[in-house]
T-cell receptor, first 116, second 111 residues
Framework: EAQVTQNPRYLITVTGKKLTVTCSQN?????MSWYRQDPGLGLRQIYY???????DKGDVPEGYKVSRKEKRNFPLILESPSPNQTSLYFC???????????????FGPGTRLLVL | GQSLEQPSEVTAVEGAIVQINCTYQ??????LSWYQQHDGGAPTFLSY????GLEETGRFSSFLSRSDSYGYLLLQELQMKDSASYFC????????????FGTGTRLLVSP
């Protein structure tokens, strides 16, 4: 089954304690991305990756790191989490579209993070 | 900068037709997508318009007018299961891979 998986699904942590949220896709997609979703703000892109070892900042990258060492995995790292990073996080993947070709992003189930 | 505007909430009854509008201001434009998200769930892709006009997929249609920086999602024969949030999203042409989402429209379908 084609899917994007994220772990953990729920996480409560304390300020300053490093954490990693994993993301994996089995569709051989080149493009992967991380979003955070907050009430009233919709989905905001944190980082994205066009392929292995190619990553770039989205609109809200501060306080986050990513890596893309393998095509299927795109972990999100919070080196020193703060309460303002409490949010719902989604990983997504897709092929690299172009021109007028339809682009579909497949989202993981989400990770709900609470930073105390 | 990029901005997308949608109504925050729309209500309708089963069997009705509803239109959710999206206006955008972006430095470049690659295409307009629509996503559906049920409470507690992940966004799922509905449709994509890169060119002007109407795209139809079953009960859902999406329209784009690039000259007006405007699009809409049309939902016909509404069902209770259509109650969800709907997001429009634009991909900036220069930052091709950067997808910018609107803040979402919550659709409430009543019996």
């Amino acid at each position: 089954e084609a899917q994007v998986t994220q772990n953990p699904r729920y996480l409560i942590t304390v300020t300053g304690k490093k954490l990693t949220v994993t993301c994996s896709q089995n569709m051989n997609h080149e493009y992967m991305s991380w979003y955070r979703q907050d009430p009233g703000l919709g989905l905001r892109q944190i980082y994205y990756s066009m392929n292995v070892e190619v990553t770039d900042k989205g609109d809200v990258p501060e306080g986050y790191k990513v890596s893309r060492k393998e095509k299927r995995n795109f972990p999100l790292i919070l080196e020193s989490p703060s309460p303002n990073q409490t949010s719902l996080y989604f990983c997504a993947s897709s092929t690299l579209g172009g021109g007028a070709r339809e682009e579909t992003q497949y989202f993981g189930p989400g990770t709900r993070l609470l930073v105390l | 900068g990029q901005s997308l505007e949608q109504p925050s909430e729309v209500t309708a009854v089963e069997g009705a037709i509803v239109q959710i509008n999206c206006t955008y201001q972006t430095s470049g434009f690659y295409g307009l997508s629509w996503y559906q998200q049920h409470d507690g769930g992940a966004p799922t892709f509905l449709s994509y318009n890169a060119l002007d006009g109407l795209e139809e997929t079953g009960r859902f249609s999406s329209f784009l007018s690039r000259s007006d920086s405007y699009g809409y999602l049309l939902l016909q024969e509404l069902q209770m299961k259509d109650s969800a949030s709907y997001f429009c999203a634009v991909r900036d042409q220069e930052g091709f891979q950067k997808l910018v989402f609107g803040t979402g429209t919550r659709l409430l379908v009543s019996p």
